[in-house]
């Protein structure tokens, strides 16, 4: 038997004002996995599953595409702090080798 609540307006407007609170993070996450700003969508799981087969068969190298932090300062700050991270991982093994 299936116990779960019925949908009613009030959880929906509270479902749908908690999703535009974590919208630009959302965003940034779908931006950092795919690369592109087209593909930073609500279909953003199903092109990342695929990214492996698609990276397979291009020749050059595979950049993201920039995205502009004016509008969203947020999305730079997390731009930046994945950066920090990622630089600070290299270092931590290159010390080790």
Do not use: C, H
Request: charged share 30%; no cysteine; aromatic share 6%.
């Amino acid at each position: 038997m299936d116990e779960r609540q019925p949908l009613t307006n009030d959880s929906l407007s509270e479902a749908a004002d908690a999703f535009e609170r974590l919208r630009p993070r959302l965003f940034g996450i779908a931006y950092r996995i795919l690369g592109s700003i087209a593909e930073a969508t609500r279909l953003a799981i199903n092109v990342a599953q695929s990214a492996r087969v698609r990276r397979e068969s291009y020749v050059g190298p595979w950049l993201p595409e920039p995205v502009d932090t004016s509008v969203d300062p947020q999305v730079g700050a997390e731009r930046g702090e994945a950066l920090e991270l990622a630089v600070l991982l290299v270092l931590e093994k290159l010390n080790r080798s």
